[in-house]
């Protein structure tokens, strides 16, 4: 009951986050220089025709006015109309936000599994050459830019190797299918994950190390334990939390790495929409996107919490 509580409670605690999130995507974009209406059409308009569209899409009203049915037509028609392709934003963002989600989760995967295990592997050799060289390894990888990364996996893969695509979300050649999508997805989702991967193997391999030379380790030790005993049901259930909770805060790195690569890799999904709109200046495309991204950040916060209560024995057993 207690869990259900702080679960509700959290969830309440949403409301009134995202009400401000979606006034600072909105205000924000509203202060730019540039004019939506005037970049998208043609120059050789006259202003009245340009002051008729304004009326018609409520660009001449207060900017309140325009805030309260923008968000209006995120809950009704998922965000309006697109000023520049003149179709509605649902079905420019939402096709390409799943394609991020595809790519994003692939990419959390490809953080969590690996990240974890070059924690581990340099937790337990600490001090030690394998040690020295992950954590080598770790520190260069730390300080290469997602940019550079993704086309030295390319130019490795595609053009010198010939074992991946070099970008796109299927074969246009082939009938698609799930292991044509697996294979365009190892690329980039290796090259988002690089530097949240890193950031989880340090915490992991902190969390190994003091968890290893903790008393209570030395103690089953004594007793006749394993090392892969020791290792796998103790050491591993320790460290479980401080993965969750890392996991959770470099979602922020995943998506941010996620939007870069997409460019890199022609994947289709909510960066190459947003990079468009940018340039065309088309607002309601702009704060649909930038909102959905925001959203799902703060999703994968509120799940990380819920899980963390979850693996906290006092709260699951209602204890105080």
Do not use: C
């Amino acid at each position: 009951m207690r869990m259900a509580r702080r679960i509700l409670w959290r969830l309440a605690g949403l409301v009134p986050l995202l009400f401000v999130i979606s006034l600072l995507v909105f205000f924000i974009a509203q202060a730019g220089p540039a004019d939506p209406v005037k970049d998208v059409l043609s120059q050789k308009m006259s202003p009245e025709q340009i002051q008729q569209i304004r009326e018609a899409y409520g660009l001449d009203r207060p900017a309140w006015q325009q805030y309260l049915s923008w968000v209006g037509d995120m809950v009704t028609h998922g965000g309006g109309i697109s000023l520049s392709l003149r179709s509605p934003v649902s079905g420019i963002v939402f096709p390409a936000f799943v394609n991020t989600l595809i790519l994003g989760a692939a990419a959390t995967v490809v953080t969590v599994v690996l990240g974890v295990a070059i924690g581990f592997v340099s937790g337990i050799r600490h001090g030690r050459l394998t040690d020295r060289v992950v954590m080598l390894f770790v520190q260069v990888g730390s300080n290469l830019p997602i940019y550079w990364f993704g086309l030295v996996i390319i130019w490795l893969t595609a053009v010198q190797w010939k074992v991946l695509p070099p970008g796109g979300m299927h074969d246009l050649r082939g009938g698609g299918g799930a292991g044509d999508l697996l294979l365009h997805l190892i690329a980039p989702a290796f090259a988002a994950s690089l530097v949240s991967m890193l950031i989880i193997a340090r915490f992991v391999r902190a969390a190994v190390i003091e968890s290893d030379g903790s008393d209570y380790i030395r103690t089953y030790r004594s007793q006749g334990f394993g090392r892969a005993a020791v290792l796998g049901k103790h050491i591993g259930r320790n460290i479980l939390s401080p993965i969750v909770n890392t996991t959770g805060l470099t979602i922020g790195s995943v998506i941010t790495g996620v939007v870069f690569v997409e460019t890199i890799f022609s994947w289709p999904g909510i960066g190459s929409v947003l990079l468009n709109a940018i340039a065309g200046s088309d607002y309601p495309v702009i704060q649909s996107g930038i909102l959905l991204v925001a959203a799902t950040f703060v999703g994968v916060n509120l799940i990380t919490d819920v899980l963390l209560d979850l693996l906290n024995p006092r709260l699951r057993h209602g204890g105080a």
